[in-house]
């Protein structure tokens, strides 16, 4: 029986074997039979986009070649792609079923990827080329022929860099991109930013990292960057480097994708060690029945959870008293235990006082502080967004135009406050002050030539080296360009013949065709820059405008300004400034007769033209108009040629004007704006915030045309570099109107002082300043009314004053003339230091 029994089960055992050996013939066989249908998938689509089968891109301005055949071979490609990547899935779960490795499937998948990419790219090149055919077909043969070059150039740019992604990813996966190949494939669409950033038409590429980084690396390397926004490149091989500790400044011309490239980074889109978390401040804070503080101290997911876990354990304790369940209350204790630890190392004890804090700096009062966000308008939000980044002090924070919603005194908050960031900071910003007093470095973005430029040191240090390299590569340039000249004029002299001088002819021949092929120095292009004016208005008598014992309030508001009276004429170069909220743009309003003052009157003179510009300047475009089809819209009396002209003199031209202004940048829809001011020839212009979404030479530009306009201006501007350029009077907008008697940089200095002095006050528990912000003197009563072409009259004799008690409050006055100079430290950073790391940081 034992013999027998043995020899049963071995046969059983060697059933089973047989069995087993035969499904996994069956399953290799399947994935053989599968990897031969991927391969002749693949073969297929490869054919197809090497435009074997598939019509050639229609052009620009001339559109023969499109029809439905094309269409249809178009679809076919795409499916055929569509197959491949099923395909590349069922190969994929074959492979692991029969033991074979799963990371050559998805570098199979990689290359489908690539690929597939490469079509739709193709596929929204020729949308886009049809959309353009209808807009532009009354263009002149000039500008047809330069349209049609420029684009055939950009796709075949677009064709390369695709070929060169898909050949990247093929052969140089590194672990991290097989793994993101691997779930891509299990998993068609996660909603991941990066996926979702695709999605928008942004895609970056980049060289797989030649050594593995440690998880704790706290640099970020990325080499042979390629970004393309809906295939177009923004950046071609160039290298993207942000080493910690470092607050870099990225700059460069509105429209070159300095914001597409921060939501790259944001979305982590390439490759950033997963110990660096990241915050990217992109859009305002919802409207919520969430207050300003809870919304700040919110962000901190970890600290909240831990909170939030400790009154749960505390509940559930009060409940295992009650059962007697001695074990259980044991292990809640040890487990409280625990998260006491991490909420101290969390600082949870100073978490509210850091949010105020930062609130606080940023213009809330305490009483704002408390107020629920959906009471807020979208500038306050988007500092409650920005009061979240900072309290949270990501490894990496990126910052786009943060300095847009505030006031000029948030403005030297903030300027303080990232001065002393001790992690990684990124951030694009328009105001040379404020980069030369936070920035340690400069990232430049050369959209001539599509790659970044590093240079160490703030704004100004940027400038003069990239001035300094531009001399010395000229005469670079010079002295190659004359040794080549010497050497031809010899080899054409005694080049020939038998003669010593021959040989020396030819050789000096040979010299400069190896000179030649080892390449020269370019010539240093300046980049071009725009240079606009706004013209002549014409003379009118003065005053031009005259408000008279002015006096405004909101209905069931307190009155913004009492007794006002001033005028204004065409020589009047007039900055306002003043916390947000204090009427600056109210006054605007009123001046330019949108509001009507409760008491008093604005009058203006009969032939009096006034030209406003808002910080909500988009309200006055038709987002689904091209610049030209609006412009003309406007002024029917133009013909499209000068409608053309028009448009260029103010940086809109080329094939701008035929983009539909949804399309465009904020600053190249702000050149239209300028563009309309001019064209209406005004005597006083109105600028509310104009610089918000304008580059560096924009402002300059601007700056300039002020200086030589022979008209009025009045601005609204926390851009103390335009104000020091062309602001000759500033006055203080703050529960009234007054004068200050020194320049820009005076006022920034004394608002400096004075947020010490309150910084002071709140940490000794005492209320902080209430009263508007002070001239450097004590401010003598202002006149009744004043005019630019009068000086105002002098101050009334001292009087004097009653000694104060002896515990009686210091005066603002006295405080600033007894204040020291003290460097300035956020309020709620002890000792004046920037806070160390914390452990536990997520990633957002």
Same mark, same amino acid.
């Given at each position: 029986?034992?013999?027998?029994?043995?020899?049963?089960?071995?046969? *059983?055992?060697? %059933? +089973? #074997? @047989? &069995?087993? $050996?035969?499904? !996994?013939? /069956? =399953?290799?066989? *399947?994935?053989? %039979? +599968? #990897? @031969? &249908?991927? $391969?002749?998938? !693949?073969? /297929? =689509?490869?054919?197809?986009?090497?435009?074997?089968?598939?019509?050639?891109?229609?052009?620009?301005?001339?559109?023969?070649?499109?029809?439905?055949?094309?269409?249809?071979?178009?679809?076919?490609?795409?499916?055929?792609?569509?197959?491949?990547?099923?395909?590349?899935?069922?190969?994929?779960?074959?492979?692991?079923?029969?033991?074979?490795?799963?990371?050559?499937?998805?570098?199979?998948?990689?290359?489908?990827?690539?690929?597939?990419?490469?079509?739709?790219?193709?596929?929204?090149?020729?949308?886009?080329?049809?959309?353009?055919?209808?807009?532009?077909?009354?263009?002149?043969?000039?500008?047809?022929?330069?349209?049609?070059?420029?684009?055939?150039?950009?796709?075949?740019?677009?064709?390369?860099?695709?070929?060169?992604?898909?050949?990247?990813?093929?052969?140089?996966?590194?672990?991290?991109?097989?793994?993101?190949?691997?779930?891509?494939?299990?998993?068609?669409?996660?909603?991941?930013?990066?996926?979702?950033?695709?999605?928008?038409?942004?895609?970056?590429?980049?060289?797989?990292?030649?050594?593995?980084?440690?998880?704790?690396?706290?640099?970020?390397?990325?080499?042979?960057?390629?970004?393309?926004?809906?295939?177009?490149?923004?950046?071609?091989?160039?290298?993207?480097?942000?080493?910690?500790?470092?607050?870099?400044?990225?700059?460069?011309?509105?429209?070159?994708?300095?914001?597409?490239?921060?939501?790259?980074?944001?979305?982590?889109?390439?490759?950033?060690?997963?110990?660096?978390?990241?915050?990217?401040?992109?859009?305002?804070?919802?409207?919520?029945?969430?207050?300003?503080?809870?919304?700040?101290?919110?962000?901190?997911?970890?600290?909240?959870?831990?909170?939030?876990?400790?009154?749960?354990?505390?509940?559930?304790?009060?409940?295992?008293?009650?059962?007697?369940?001695?074990?259980?209350?044991?292990?809640?204790?040890?487990?409280?235990?625990?998260?006491?630890?991490?909420?101290?190392?969390?600082?949870?004890?100073?978490?509210?006082?850091?949010?105020?804090?930062?609130?606080?700096?940023?213009?809330?009062?305490?009483?704002?502080?408390?107020?629920?966000?959906?009471?807020?308008?979208?500038?306050?939000?988007?500092?409650?967004?920005?009061?979240?980044?900072?309290?949270?002090?990501?490894?990496?924070?990126?910052?786009?135009?943060?300095?847009?919603?505030?006031?000029?005194?948030?403005?030297?908050?903030?300027?303080?406050?990232?001065?002393?960031?001790?992690?990684?900071?990124?951030?694009?910003?328009?105001?040379?002050?404020?980069?030369?007093?936070?920035?340690?470095?400069?990232?430049?973005?050369?959209?001539?030539?599509?790659?970044?430029?590093?240079?160490?040191?703030?704004?100004?240090?940027?400038?003069?080296?990239?001035?300094?390299?531009?001399?010395?590569?000229?005469?670079?340039?010079?002295?190659?360009?004359?040794?080549?000249?010497?050497?031809?004029?010899?080899?054409?002299?005694?080049?020939?013949?038998?003669?010593?001088?021959?040989?020396?002819?030819?050789?000096?021949?040979?010299?400069?065709?190896?000179?030649?092929?080892?390449?020269?120095?370019?010539?240093?292009?300046?980049?071009?820059?725009?240079?606009?004016?706004?013209?002549?208005?014409?003379?009118?008598?003065?005053?031009?405008?005259?408000?008279?014992?002015?006096?405004?309030?909101?209905?069931?508001?307190?009155?913004?300004?009492?007794?006002?009276?001033?005028?204004?004429?065409?020589?009047?170069?007039?900055?306002?400034?003043?916390?947000?909220?204090?009427?600056?743009?109210?006054?605007?309003?009123?001046?330019?007769?949108?509001?009507?003052?409760?008491?008093?009157?604005?009058?203006?003179?009969?032939?009096?033209?006034?030209?406003?510009?808002?910080?909500?300047?988009?309200?006055?475009?038709?987002?689904?108009?091209?610049?030209?089809?609006?412009?003309?819209?406007?002024?029917?009396?133009?013909?499209?040629?000068?409608?053309?002209?028009?448009?260029?003199?103010?940086?809109?031209?080329?094939?701008?004007?035929?983009?539909?202004?949804?399309?465009?940048?904020?600053?190249?829809?702000?050149?239209?704006?300028?563009?309309?001011?001019?064209?209406?020839?005004?005597?006083?212009?109105?600028?509310?915030?104009?610089?918000?979404?304008?580059?560096?030479?924009?402002?300059?530009?601007?700056?300039?045309?002020?200086?030589?306009?022979?008209?009025?201006?009045?601005?609204?501007?926390?851009?103390?570099?335009?104000?020091?350029?062309?602001?000759?009077?500033?006055?203080?907008?703050?529960?009234?109107?007054?004068?200050?008697?020194?320049?820009?940089?005076?006022?920034?200095?004394?608002?400096?002082?004075?947020?010490?002095?309150?910084?002071?006050?709140?940490?000794?528990?005492?209320?902080?300043?209430?009263?508007?912000?002070?001239?450097?003197?004590?401010?003598?009563?202002?006149?009744?009314?004043?005019?630019?072409?009068?000086?105002?009259?002098?101050?009334?004799?001292?009087?004097?004053?009653?000694?104060?008690?002896?515990?009686?409050?210091?005066?603002?006055?006295?405080?600033?003339?007894?204040?020291?100079?003290?460097?300035?430290?956020?309020?709620?950073?002890?000792?004046?230091?920037?806070?160390?790391?914390?452990?536990?940081?997520?990633?957002?």
């Amino acid at each position: 029986m034992g013999k027998a029994q043995e020899k049963r089960d071995a046969a *059983e055992k060697a %059933a +089973a #074997k @047989k &069995a087993e $050996k035969d499904a !996994k013939k /069956a =399953a290799l066989k *399947e994935a053989r %039979a +599968a #990897k @031969k &249908a991927i $391969k002749a998938e !693949k073969k /297929a =689509a490869c054919e197809v986009i090497e435009k074997k089968e598939l019509p050639p891109a229609p052009a620009p301005l001339d559109d023969p070649s499109w029809d439905d055949a094309a269409q249809a071979s178009l679809d076919g490609a795409v499916r055929a792609f569509g197959a491949a990547l099923e395909l590349a899935a069922r190969w994929r779960a074959v492979g692991d079923a029969v033991g074979r490795s799963p990371r050559a499937c998805a570098r199979r998948f990689v290359a489908v990827r690539g690929r597939l990419l490469a079509v739709r790219a193709w596929e929204a090149e020729c949308e886009a080329v049809r959309r353009f055919n209808v807009e532009a077909v009354t263009l002149d043969a000039a500008s047809k022929a330069a349209v049609e070059a420029a684009a055939k150039e950009a796709f075949d740019a677009r064709l390369r860099q695709s070929a060169a992604a898909a050949a990247a990813e093929t052969r140089g996966a590194s672990d991290a991109m097989v793994a993101e190949a691997m779930g891509a494939v299990s998993k068609a669409d996660d909603g991941a930013a990066a996926d979702r950033l695709a999605a928008s038409g942004v895609v970056a590429t980049f060289a797989a990292p030649p050594v593995k980084k440690h998880r704790n690396c706290k640099d970020i390397n990325v080499s042979n960057l390629t970004v393309t926004f809906h295939g177009a490149p923004i950046l071609e091989g160039t290298d993207f480097v942000l080493n910690w500790g470092n607050r870099y400044g990225f700059i460069g011309r509105n429209g070159s994708g300095k914001s597409t490239l921060m939501r790259a980074v944001g979305a982590r889109a390439i490759p950033i060690p997963e110990s660096i978390d990241i915050y990217h401040l992109t859009t305002e804070y919802p409207a919520t029945e969430e207050t300003a503080l809870y919304a700040v101290m919110k962000v901190d997911a970890e600290r909240a959870a831990v909170e939030r876990e400790i009154d749960e354990l505390n509940d559930a304790m009060a409940e295992l008293a009650e059962a007697d369940d001695d074990e259980a209350a044991e292990d809640a204790t040890e487990r409280l235990t625990v998260l006491y630890e991490r909420l101290e190392e969390l600082d949870s004890a100073t978490a509210e006082t850091r949010a105020c804090a930062i609130l606080t700096g940023l213009g809330f009062s305490p009483e704002r502080q408390q107020q629920k966000t959906r009471d807020f308008s979208g500038g306050w939000r988007m500092r409650v967004a920005l009061a979240r980044a900072l309290f949270i002090q990501p490894a990496l924070l990126l910052l786009d135009e943060p300095t847009n919603h505030l006031d000029m005194e948030a403005v030297v908050w903030l300027e303080d406050y990232l001065s002393r960031w001790t992690k990684m900071l990124f951030m694009v910003c328009h105001s040379q002050d404020f980069l030369n007093n936070v920035c340690t470095h400069v990232v430049h973005l050369d959209a001539a030539h599509r790659r970044l430029a590093y240079y160490r040191g703030n704004y100004d240090m940027f400038v003069e080296t990239r001035r300094d390299a531009a001399v010395e590569q000229l005469k670079k340039y010079d002295a190659e360009q004359a040794d080549i000249k010497a050497m031809k004029e010899y080899v054409a002299k005694f080049g020939h013949g038998n003669s010593k001088m021959a040989k020396q002819g030819k050789s000096k021949e040979k010299l400069l065709t190896k000179k030649l092929a080892s390449g020269l120095t370019e010539k240093p292009v300046e980049e071009m820059s725009l240079k606009f004016r706004f013209p002549d208005p014409g003379h009118i008598p003065p005053p031009v405008l005259q408000v008279n014992d002015l006096t405004f309030g909101y209905p069931g508001c307190p009155a913004l300004y009492e007794g006002v009276e001033f005028g204004l004429d065409l020589d009047s170069r007039i900055a306002l400034v003043g916390p947000n909220g204090a009427g600056k743009s109210t006054l605007v309003k009123i001046i330019n007769g949108e509001l009507t003052p409760r008491l008093g009157q604005v009058r203006p003179h009969g032939h009096l033209k006034m030209s406003k510009f808002t910080q909500h300047f988009e309200d006055i475009l038709d987002l689904t108009m091209t610049p030209l089809d609006w412009f003309m819209g406007l002024y029917t009396e133009l013909t499209r040629e000068d409608a053309r002209k028009w448009l260029g003199r103010y940086g809109t031209s080329g094939v701008v004007q035929m983009q539909v202004m949804s399309q465009l940048s904020e600053g190249q829809k702000a050149k239209v704006v300028f563009c309309k001011m001019a064209k209406e020839s005004a005597h006083l212009l109105l600028l509310d915030e104009p610089t918000n979404a304008l580059d560096m030479e924009m402002i300059d530009s601007l700056a300039d045309a002020i200086k030589h306009f022979s008209g009025g201006v009045v601005l609204v501007s926390h851009d103390m570099r335009l104000i020091s350029q062309v602001a000759e009077e500033i006055w203080i907008i703050d529960k009234g109107v007054s004068k200050y008697t020194g320049d820009i940089l005076n006022f920034k200095m004394d608002l400096r002082k004075q947020m010490q002095l309150d910084d002071g006050a709140r940490r000794k528990g005492a209320s902080p300043r209430t009263s508007p912000k002070l001239a450097p003197a004590p401010p003598a009563p202002a006149p009744p009314s004043f005019r630019l072409d009068q000086a105002p009259p002098p101050p009334p004799a001292p009087r004097a004053a009653a000694a104060p008690p002896p515990d009686a409050p210091k005066s603002r006055a006295d405080m600033l003339r007894d204040a020291a100079p003290a460097r300035y430290v956020p309020p709620g950073r002890r000792g004046g230091d920037a806070p160390a790391p914390r452990p536990g940081d997520g990633a957002w």
